[in-house]
């Protein structure tokens, strides 16, 4: 597609509740990146996926959150047991190649609030 | 994870005012980056910069690579309400780095 595409776009939860959400990277783009935006806050990082190299994994919170990338294409983020510190703006980003923040493209976010 | 410490963390200027913002690190950064964002949307890229010292310009904006390469700002000459948003710097430790570290952000407010 021309731009990332992120859906959904909003989701609603219960504390306790699993959420997936996805990410269509733009097509032919080799990294893909997830990043969690609390409010007021900057961006944190959470995976990245390049190519057909194992991930990195080092910025998820913990072992409640897990990502995964098909056919190096489509990724899903996978929240369990979701708790209310887990409402965020969920932002994923894809590049050509996962070495210069220029080539990064944002798609629009999963806004995740857990009541 | 790394501190990016971005400021202001809000401004309230007149239509046509310059406006200036600026981030720090404790580290060196390899590259330093620019976003904007508007309401509901992702980040949107607006300059990046390679090179301690480095002044690059994109149209009324214009942003330096500090010579420490521990700071970097950004500055918007003659103010117009679409530049309205939320600015956030980011950091890459090195090229061989997978993430961005980014600041908190600069909410910009631009009163017609």
């Known amino acids: 597609g021309a731009g990332v595409s992120q859906s959904p776009s909003n989701k609603v939860t219960e504390k306790g509740k699993d959420v997936e959400l996805r990410c269509d990277p733009i097509?032919?783009?080799?990294?893909l990146y997830w990043y969690r935006q609390s409010l007021g806050q900057g961006l944190e990082f959470l995976i990245y996926f390049q190519g057909n190299s194992a991930p990195d994994k080092s910025g998820l919170p913990s072992d409640r959150f897990s990502a995964e990338r098909t056919g190096g294409s489509v990724s899903t983020l996978t929240i369990q047991r979701t708790q209310q510190e887990d409402s965020a703006v969920y932002l994923c980003a894809s590049s050509f190649q996962g070495r210069r923040g220029y080539g990064y493209t944002f798609g629009s976010g999963t806004r995740l609030t857990v009541v | 994870g790394q501190q990016l410490n971005q400021s202001p963390q809000s401004m309230f200027i007149q239509e046509g005012e310059d406006v200036s913002m600026n981030c720090t690190s404790s580290s060196i950064f390899n590259t330093w980056l620019w976003y904007k964002q508007d309401p509901g949307e992702g980040p949107v890229l607006l300059i990046a910069l390679y090179k301690a010292g480095e002044l690059t310009s994109n149209g009324r904006l214009t942003a330096q690579f500090g010579i420490t390469r521990k700071d970097s700002f950004l500055n918007i000459s003659a103010s117009i309400p679409s530049d309205v948003g939320i600015y956030f710097c980011a950091g890459q430790l090195s090229s061989g780095a997978n993430n961005l570290f980014f600041g908190t952000g600069t909410r910009l407010t631009v009163i017609p």
């Open positions: 097509s032919g783009h080799t990294a």
